[in-house]
């Protein structure tokens, strides 16, 4: 052991100790021992002074903030390390710019690098050379892996067999399908949130109304013990992921979210779960498994809630909004095809106007139109009752027994 100097040797030897996920240091726990009996391996080497840094269990090492890994390279910096011990080069870093930074900071104040086949000082161009190698090769390691694993989830997913986590209101049937929880409660509570939303057109309404009346919802609970249903009431995100799931339409979908890589503060960051457009989805195999909905009633709910989006420049009509005038959110531009907007002026500021200034804006044109309201808003109201009249007995009738069907719907629910 030449390479070892009482130069080295007066400074302390640190053993870096990781493992990439939360479920690794839970269960890998012979790779943790291992890790951590590398503090005899180099008190045997010569060291008195032994530190542990072992802040980054459950932190990938590839391109993520490693705050034990910072504290190293200060550490070396500083002129305090005189090795630093791993069980292997994947442990320090699984990509070239960390493994390299680690190299060139070692080499310039001349630490050295221990793992369990050797000794390696990087002043030396063979040690260098070799760990060089030994970097490159859990960097090709790691993406072989992570490709090998992402070719066979897809190929399950062709299948329609893989699912990481089962949507409320189905469970696992067999390893591979999945069929509605036989729970009648949490079906019923799923059917009446489609059957609101068919009546109420509105995912904010169906919220709200679910609030008010105090009917809770199902949702899943992880913990020791595996998955549990907790009842509680609704988060307005709950109940657009029930309405946009393709799941309850009995469709089996993988890939409907991609990522994208953005570098922050000199390293990369991996934005997860950015929306893909239909067409561009992984697997899409419709019926699948029975669904509370049909298809055909999923994509026109999915029109729906496009439309009621407020503040988009395009088909969506949006959603109705606050103020005196009839038309809010209904009128569009016939130059530019914006929507038109409404002020409100007057002595009880009631009296409103619509304008586009579109072009305005956004080309630095003229105005493209603008006209006062109440003699709009009342042309087509007057058009409304006159259609509407004929069936207005039918409608009061109608409204009876929508109510009757509401009390029913809640007394079921609390029951």
Same mark, same amino acid.
């Given at each position: ?5 009482? +130069? ?19 269960? &890998?726990? $012979? ?15 010569? %060291? ?10 459950? *932190? ?19 002129? *305090? ?8 080069? !994947? ?7 960390? %493994? ?50 992402? $070719? ?7 299948? @329609? ?25 949490? =079906?019923?509570? /799923? ?10 057109? !509105?995912?904010? =309404? ?35 992921? /029930?309405?946009? &799931? ?24 991996? /934005? ?7 067409? +561009? %989805?992984?697997?899409?195999?419709? +019926?699948?498994? +029975?669904?509370?909905? !049909? %298809? ?14 407020? @503040? ?33 002026? @007057? ?14 804006? &956004? ?20 058009? /409304? ?6 069936? @207005? ?9 929508? *109510? ?8 079921? =629910?609390?029951?």
């Amino acid at each position: 052991m030449s390479k070892i100097g009482t +130069d080295h040797l007066a400074r302390q030897a640190v053993v870096y100790v990781r493992q990439s996920t939360a479920d690794q240091v839970a269960h &890998n726990l $012979e790779s943790k021992r291992r890790q951590y009996a590398l503090v005899e391996r180099a008190r045997q080497l010569g %060291w008195a002074d032994v530190e542990v840094i072992d802040d980054d269990l459950g *932190r990938s090492g590839s391109g993520v903030a490693r705050p034990g890994f910072e504290r190293l390279l200060a550490g070396i910096c500083e002129g *305090r390390v005189g090795s630093v011990v791993s069980i292997e080069a !994947s442990r320090l870093a699984r990509n070239g710019r960390d %493994w390299h930074t680690l190299l060139e900071f070692c080499g310039l104040v001349g630490t050295l690098i221990v793992d369990e086949d050797g000794v390696y000082d990087p002043r030396h161009p063979n040690d260098r050379l070799l760990l060089g190698m030994k970097g490159t090769m859990s960097e090709m390691e790691l993406s072989i892996l992570r490709q090998r694993s992402h $070719e066979a989830l897809r190929q399950k997913a062709r299948r @329609g067999e893989l699912f990481m986590t089962v949507a409320i209101g189905y469970v696992r049937s067999g390893r591979d399908q999945i069929e509605q929880d036989p729970d009648r409660r949490i =079906q019923d509570a /799923i059917d009446l949130v489609f059957a609101k939303f068919d009546e109420m057109r !509105s995912v904010r =309404q169906v919220h709200l109304w679910l609030r008010q009346e105090q009917i809770s919802l199902p949702a899943a609970v992880y913990g020791p013990d595996g998955r549990s249903i907790r009842w509680k009431l609704p988060v307005y995100n709950t109940v657009l992921h /029930i309405l946009q &799931n393709p799941i309850y339409a009995g469709a089996y979908v993988f890939g409907r979210t991609g990522s994208r890589t953005v570098i922050e503060d000199g390293r990369k960051r991996v /934005i997860q779960g950015l929306r893909k457009p239909r067409e +561009d %989805w992984d697997v899409l195999i419709l +019926d699948h498994h +029975d669904g509370y909905i !049909s %298809w055909d009633t999923y994509e026109r709910n999915q029109r729906l809630i496009a439309d009621n989006a407020t @503040g988009k420049f395009g088909p969506a009509r949006g959603a109705v909004r606050r103020g005196e005038a009839l038309l809010a959110g209904l009128l569009r531009c016939g130059h530019c095809g914006r929507k038109l907007h409404v002020a409100y002026s @007057g002595k009880g500021g009631n009296t409103g106007r619509y304008h586009c200034r579109g072009s305005q804006i &956004n080309h630095g044109g003229a105005r493209c139109i603008s006209f006062g309201g109440m003699r709009v808003d009342r042309a087509v109201s007057t058009e /409304i009752i006159t259609r509407l009249q004929p069936l @207005g007995i039918e409608a009061a009738l109608q409204a009876d027994a929508a *109510r009757g069907e509401v009390h029913a719907e809640k007394r079921h =629910q609390m029951s």
